[in-house]
């Protein structure tokens, strides 16, 4: 090692203040180079040769900035530029695939949303480059130069080698190195993150958290999980793992999940359990504003709004479930924001007391006092999770150098 690791420590220096900067200017823009030196805390210097590089790239532009009340002579700032940069954000769910072009600030370009049967003949990763090629073709007239792919998908990821282990729904899939494979074909570095740790990366970086430091977000789809923000950062972000609060005994009597243990949270939460406990509380109970009706967490909630017995026991039951496993992340996380990302947040008045009573009455109370439960910004639809990830790649500085090095 010794003299070799140089070079790549001045490389990832490099690297490091290059995103820092980025971002300070992305956050605080337009900003003059003096208040940049003075955020980033590095040398006038550094910050003239970086924003040099930046504005030649075409990363960054230069702006006039009258201070208020000022008639002086207006200073130069700085701000991003985003709109000449596209990349392509996607999103795997059950049965679903969700295309969506972003320019780099974040915002759709145009996004669409294509059934994606989980069995198919084909390979889930060939059916999935057909559908990217057809969407480039189909939106070529408003493609920008393109910067990178980012895939969101639920399953056991790893995530810095690209590979998808596994995914519920698409069982062919056993260690598909999606990455690589999507890399040489279209030639732009790819992203790939598991999609609840994506998605509170974008609460955390657009949504709902942004500004928060310690955050915990729970999930409650057709898969129950949670991503932690601690000091920051995405807990867990480099490694496969998830806070797999899904996979939680909270029944050890309860039904067998498909992780090979008794009662899972997820036996419970899941969308499909829910709705399954509410059919069998329907067949055993004579009276429910359900009956004759389709049974879906949309009419679940609007019952238990309407103020329905059975279906507000049914939502309470989650509530309490899910409180009792965020007390105990409480008193280990410390958190600013508890956020709940569901389709039960269309009856938030009785799920977010519920849990809130909950987290008050089992944590420690200097901890569960302050904490705020509230609705993720973002649903579980859209590609704004992958969003998350090139923003990331852009502000660590990893995707950036790849830009300014053309
Ligand atoms: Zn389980």
């Known amino acids: 090692m010794g003299s070799e690791s140089q070079p790549g420590h001045i490389d990832q220096i490099k690297q490091m203040n290059a995103g820092a900067v980025y ?24 910050i003239t040769k970086i924003v040099r590089e930046l504005l030649e790239a075409h990363l960054v532009q230069e702006t006039e900035i009258q201070e208020p009340g000022s008639r002086g002579r207006p200073a130069i700032g700085l701000k991003v530029e985003t709109e000449a940069w596209h990349y392509l954000a996607v999103r795997i769910s059950r049965g679903e695939l969700a295309l969506g ?33 057809r969407f480039f073709t189909r939106h070529q007239h408003q493609l920008e130069r393109l910067t990178a792919i980012a895939i969101t998908l639920p399953g056991i990821i790893d995530t810095a080698n690209g590979i998808v282990r596994r995914m519920p729904f698409y069982e062919e899939v056993r260690d598909l190195p999606l990455g690589e494979l999507l890399e040489q074909r279209i030639g732009v570095p790819v992203y790939i993150q598991h999609d609840i740790s994506a998605w509170t990366m974008a609460e955390s ?11 915990i977000q729970v999930v409650i789809d057709h898969n129950v999980g949670a ?15 998830l806070v797999e609060i899904g996979h939680t005994q909270v029944d050890p009597y309860g039904k067998r999940c498909y992780c090979g243990n008794h009662g899972c949270l997820e036996t419970i939460a899941s969308v499909e359990s829910i709705l399954e406990l509410a059919r069998q509380r329907l067949a055993q109970s004579g009276s429910s504003l359900l009956n004759g009706r389709a049974l879906t967490i949309a009419s679940l909630c609007e019952a238990a709004q309407a103020g329905d ?53 089992q944590a420690l109370p200097a901890y569960s006092q302050h904490i ?35």
């Open 372 to 406: 705020d439960v509230i609705s993720t910004c973002f649903d579980n639809q859209g590609t704004m999770a992958g969003a998350a990830l090139v923003k990331d790649a852009m502000y660590n500085g990893s995707l950036l150098i790849r830009l300014l090095q053309g």
């Open 101 to 133: 072009l972003h320019d780099l600030s974040g915002k759709v370009v145009v996004e669409e949303q294509l059934p994606l049967a989980p069995e198919a003949e084909e390979a889930l990763s060939l059916r999935l480059c057909t559908e990217i090629d």
């Open 227 to 241: 991503g932690v923000i601690s000091d920051g950062r995405l807990l867990h972000g480099g490694s496969s793992s």
């Open 309 to 361: 017995p059975l279906a507000r026991d049914i939502i309470q039951g989650v509530g309490l479930n899910v409180g009792r496993i965020l007390a105990i992340m409480v008193n280990l996380l410390n958190p600013q924001k508890i956020l709940i990302g569901s389709p039960l947040n269309q009856a938030t008045e009785i799920l977010y007391p519920t849990i809130s009573d909950c987290i008050r009455r």
């Open 23 to 46: 971002r300070l200017i992305d956050r605080h823009g337009p900003v003059s180079r003096i208040d940049l030196s003075r955020l980033a805390q590095l040398a006038p210097a550094s």
């Open 205 to 215: 970086l657009f949504g709902a958290s942004k500004g928060a430091r310690d955050v």
